[in-house]
């Protein structure tokens, strides 16, 4: 099994930065790709951002190029989230995942580990 533990939600205005982390343990060797995803209320979970455990794939969601990075520590077995400049309309609960497929991919359906979700709030 493995485990995800997601942080660095929090409270921020407009045009503000956040890093969320997310830290796996347990069976990490399983681990090729891992993600970030997110849910406003009302509204269905999107892929935010997506990365290779080995590197060199990943994916962002149209909305936040430019102003998100996704990125990992391979000793910390660690992903993190840098996001940039942001809006209003991101807020909402972001989600890390993981599954073990090197492919990187924005369905939800296609990771089977989560970590239990970090508020991010931004205002205007």
């Known amino acids: 099994q493995v485990q995800l533990v997601g942080s660095g939600g929090g409270l921020v205005q407009a045009g503000g930065s956040l890093r969320l982390s997310c830290a796996a343990s347990?069976?990490?060797?399983?681990?090729?790709?891992m993600g970030w995803f997110r849910q406003a209320p009302g509204k269905e979970r999107e892929a935010v951002a997506a990365i290779r455990w080995s590197g060199g794939m990943t994916y962002y969601h149209d909305s936040v190029k430019g102003r998100v990075c996704i990125s990992r520590d391979d000793v910390k077995n660690t992903v993190y989230l840098q996001m940039n400049s942001l809006k209003s309309e991101d807020t909402a609960v972001y989600f890390c995942a993981a599954r073990g497929t090197a492919w990187v991919s924005r369905d939800a359906y296609d990771y089977g580990y989560w970590g239990q979700g970090t508020q991010v709030t931004v205002s205007s």
């Open positions: 347990g069976r990490t060797f399983g681990i090729y790709s």
